[in-house]
């Protein structure tokens, strides 16, 4: 249950590729497109952990 949208999205691609990876001929891309998208949800955590949204979202309300 994740609050960022964007983040449950990207987890669940991990989920997908890894789970089908043995099952459509390819394993080896699948679990390259699940470690980018873990790579990516990992990022994105960092992000939403340390308030970056928090910033970026006052600086728009400011600039507006």
Request: net charge positive; no cysteine.
């Amino acid at each position: 249950n994740y609050t960022n949208p964007y983040l449950g999205y990207l987890v669940g691609n991990v989920i997908k590729y890894i789970l089908r990876a043995p099952l459509k001929g390819k394993p080896l891309e699948d679990l390259k497109k699940a470690r980018k998208y873990l790579d990516e949800a990992i990022e994105e955590l960092k992000k939403w952990r340390y308030g970056l949204y928090l910033k970026i979202e006052q600086v728009f309300i400011i600039t507006m």
